[in-house]
């Protein structure tokens, strides 16, 4: 009884070794071990098939290597076997697989995805945000239609597009600072073009035109000593009527200024110059 005990240990010992190989190894025919001459005793010891990891021991004393090249969904259906002995939900083999495989990174932001609110924009700034914000403040009456400052094919925070945010920023009683903060993205959002006091130098002026920039036109030519006919026209007046286009035409011959009558961005810019 203790040789055949010990055949037995012996045996177990062996099949013990065996599953704790790799268990990437590739399945190949091993020769046979033999743990004595008792031809009986080893058949007895090794009577039942033993599967350990990758290794299979068969009743004859042969050990052969079991192809380990699983699917996913094999080791998922191990891991809920296992699992499910201690009391644990199956799902976890399942969810440690897929949320690797699921996992997607998101797109880092920068200055070509930007949004117009994701940042705080001021002077020197450029990108897909400030891009949208000369937008508004053009279709807001508060920058220039021909404005087109850009660097790396974005438009560029300039001190025009920061005076344009002041500009906004005092009609919406907002405190006058030029950033583009949280607050002022907010009261772009809920806006309107008819809110906005035109002002001068935003747009060309020429006859028919109303509005405040008019008003302020004619204060700077009386300023510059180009008043319109006082008779015909007030320092307050509004509209932009042919006694102002007259005006206009003398200050720009007088300036060599193309003789047009009409307040383009160069006669406005140059009454501003003589105006101060």
């Known amino acids: 009884m203790k040789q055949k005990s010990k055949k037995l240990i012996k045996s177990l010992l062996i099949s013990a070794a065996m599953s704790i190989l790799p268990t990437?190894?590739?399945?190949?025919e091993i020769s046979p071990i033999n743990l004595d001459n008792d031809e009986a005793d080893q058949l007895n010891a090794l009577k039942a098939?033993?599967?350990?990891?990758?290794?299979?021991?068969?009743?004859?004393g042969s050990i052969t290597g079991v192809n380990d090249h699983r699917s996913h969904s094999s080791h998922r259906s191990h891991s809920s076997h296992r699992s499910s002995r201690y009391g644990h939900s199956s799902h976890y083999s399942s969810s440690h697989y897929s949320?690797?495989?699921?996992?997607?990174?998101?797109?880092?932001?920068?200055?070509?995805?930007?949004?117009?609110?994701?940042?705080?924009?001021?002077?020197?700034?450029?990108?897909?945000?400030v891009d949208a914000l000369v937008t508004k403040l053009?279709?807001?009456h508060y920058l220039r239609e021909s404005y087109s400052t850009q660097k790396n094919n974005y438009s560029l925070y300039s001190a025009d597009v920061a005076q344009g945010v002041k500009y906004f920023q005092k009609d919406a009683g907002l405190p006058v600072t030029g950033v583009m903060d949280s607050k002022t993205k907010k009261a772009f959002d809920d806006w309107?073009?008819?809110?906005?006091?035109?002002?001068?130098?935003?747009?060309?002026?020429?006859?028919?035109?109303?509005?405040?920039?008019?008003?302020?036109?004619?204060?700077?030519?009386?300023?510059?000593?180009?008043?319109?006919?006082?008779?015909?026209?007030?320092?307050?007046?509004?509209?932009?009527?042919?006694?102002?286009a007259t005006a206009v035409k003398v200050f720009q011959?007088?300036?060599?200024?193309?003789?047009?009558?009409?307040?383009?961005?160069?006669?406005?810019?140059?009454l501003k110059s003589k105006a101060k």
Not at 24 to 28: L, N
Not at 198 to 210: H, M, Q, S, V, W
């Open 192 to 244: 309107s073009a008819y809110k906005s006091t035109r002002r001068l130098g935003i747009r060309k002026l020429e006859e028919g035109d109303k509005g405040e920039d008019v008003a302020e036109l004619i204060r700077l030519l009386t300023k510059a000593g180009f008043a319109p006919n006082p008779e015909k026209v007030g320092e307050n007046e509004r509209k932009y009527s042919q006694d102002v």
């Open 24 to 28: 990437h190894s590739e399945a190949k």
């Open 49 to 60: 098939p033993v599967w350990h990891n990758v290794m299979k021991v068969g009743p004859n």
């Open 138 to 140: 053009k279709n807001f």
């Open 99 to 129: 949320s690797s495989s699921s996992y997607v990174s998101k797109p880092v932001k920068n200055y070509k995805n930007y949004s117009l609110g994701d940042r705080t924009l001021s002077q020197g700034l450029y990108g897909n945000d």
């Open 253 to 270: 011959a007088f300036c060599g200024l193309t003789v047009t009558g009409i307040a383009d961005y160069d006669t406005i810019d140059k």
